[in-house]
């Protein structure tokens, strides 16, 4: 009974490719070097995108702050 177990499991036991979705052994990440190349294209892409939301959230607080302070200082 815990043998068929295990044979099952093996079975289940494998990823998918990141990049296509096609079935790969559970130790790789991705079918191959292309593959890893585009997902890493597309993290780089991605990191450089939420850098660039992350310092615009950063100057419009920046700013309402120095506006907050301007006015307190005016008043
Ligand atoms: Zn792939």
Not at 26 to 32: A, L, N
């Given at each position: 009974m815990s043998r068929k177990k295990a044979v099952k499991l093996k079975i289940v036991d494998h990823r998918h490719c990141?990049?296509?979705g096609k079935a790969i052994p559970?130790?790789?990440?991705?079918?191959?070097e292309e593959c890893r190349k585009k997902y890493e294209r597309a993290r780089m892409r991605e990191e450089r995108v939420k850098k660039i939301l992350w310092i615009m959230y950063a100057v419009m607080i920046g700013s309402l702050l120095i506006v907050i302070v301007l006015r307190t200082m005016i008043h």
């Open positions: 990141l990049t296509c559970p130790d790789k990440e991705f079918c191959s």
